[in-house]
């Protein structure tokens, strides 16, 4: 029963380079988030995903950022001509379904470094 | 790993020592809290919730205690172990955005041996 599966764990991109972050969500998971966390901070939601949908993005910067989730395959982040105040971890988290009181399983997380 | 850092409040405790974490929350509409452990280099992982209609829970060694008076939440660790050593987040889930969780900023957790 494999958790939510992100990869790479590292990844180290130069300035202007971009960024491609995977997530596998738990089989049978059509709801799928991604979350931003600076050193020594909380995580700071950027999308919500379903199925082909972009439900809420109102946590992702507007550009340079896009998410998607297709019918087929993990979930896309993709951060185009990244600048060193990218350099974060990145999770990705999975539920069955939405609303109060659903639990979100979280990946480990990509440690996006910009060089 | 970098949640390990100079700026998270910090609360050391002896081991077999009872912790005590607490968060303030934002958004008096929240009606789902969850507390996360996180350890160096990994994703959060779900420790215990609570509804905004009850004021406790308790699951295995930890219990949650909630005042929506004050939007206060606290999470009590009974006989501290080591590998409790992590840093712990108390999370609020909006009731006009169900979906979203609000992460607080986090206390580190040092268990002496």
């Known amino acids: 029963n494999a958790g939510v599966m992100q990869n790479p764990r590292h990844l180290v991109r130069r300035r202007g380079q971009e960024a491609r972050l995977r997530c596998s969500p738990v089989?049978?998971?059509?709801?799928v988030y991604w979350y931003r966390q600076l050193p020594e901070e909380g995580l700071k939601f950027m999308v919500y995903?379903?199925?082909?949908?972009?439900?809420?993005e109102s946590g992702m910067p507007k550009e340079r950022f896009s998410a998607e989730f297709p019918k087929e395959g993990p979930s896309i982040l993709r951060i185009q001509q990244v600048v060193r105040g990218d350099s974060a971890a990145y999770f990705c988290?999975?539920?069955?379904?939405?609303?109060?009181?659903?639990?979100?399983?979280f990946g480990q997380g990509t440690r996006l470094t910009v060089v | 790993g970098e949640n390990v850092g100079l700026h998270l409040p910090t609360l050391s405790v002896q081991e077999g020592d009872n912790s005590i974490i607490n968060c303030a929350y934002s958004?008096?509409?929240?009606?789902?809290f969850i507390w996360y452990k996180q350890e160096s280099g990994k994703g959060p992982q779900f420790i215990i919730d609570?509804?905004?209609?009850?004021d406790k829970r308790q699951g295995q060694r930890v219990t949650v205690l909630l005042n929506k008076t004050v939007k206060h939440l606290s999470l009590q660790i009974a006989a501290t172990q080591p590998g409790d050593s992590a840093v712990y987040f108390c999370a609020e889930n909006p009731r006009d955005s169900s979906y979203k969780l609000i992460f607080g900023s986090g206390t580190r957790l040092l268990v002496r041996p």
């Open positions: 988290a999975s539920s069955p379904k939405t609303g109060g009181d659903t639990e979100a399983f």
């Open positions: 995903l379903q199925k082909e949908n972009i439900i809420d």
């Open positions: 958004n008096s509409a929240s009606d789902y």
């Open positions: 609570i509804r905004s209609n009850m």
């Open positions: 089989k049978g998971h059509s709801h």
